[in-house]
């Protein structure tokens, strides 16, 4: 069974931060492009940031440029997302999963295995 497992989130105030690992059991994605994307309430998930599978390339939304910093350890399959100057907006569920269609690193219909991910609430 494979699956991903999200984890480090919780409740936070704006300007804190928050590291949330993203583990992956019963196969390895090393050579995956992998992602992390969210969810809020009443809204459409949406994509947040990736990291090619050797590290050298990596991708943020706009809206987390700056603040987020997605990294990997491919030894450990498992990805990290670093999320700094936290804003109330960044409230969601974060997912993350592997680029399994080599598709663009944006669209998420190219990843596949999502987990049950992680809740991350931002109080103002």
């Known amino acids: 069974q494979v699956h991903m497992v999200e984890s480090g989130g919780g409740l936070v105030q704006a300007g804190d931060s928050l590291r949330l690992s993203c583990a992956a059991s019963g196969r390895t994605f090393s050579r995956y492009t992998m992602g992390w994307f969210r969810q809020a309430p009443g809204k459409e998930r949406e994509f947040v940031a990736a990291i090619s599978w050797n590290a050298d390339s990596t991708f943020y939304a706009d809206s987390v440029k700056g603040r987020f910093t997605i990294s990997r350890d491919n030894a450990k399959n498992t990805v990290y997302l670093q999320m700094n100057r936290l804003k109330p907006e960044d409230t969601a569920v974060y997912y993350c999963?592997?680029?399994?269609?080599?598709?663009?690193?944006?669209?998420?219909?190219?990843?596949?295995?999502w987990g049950q991910g992680t809740q991350v609430t931002v109080s103002s």
């Open positions: 999963a592997p680029n399994t269609r080599n598709g663009s690193y944006y669209t998420r219909s190219v990843y596949d295995y």
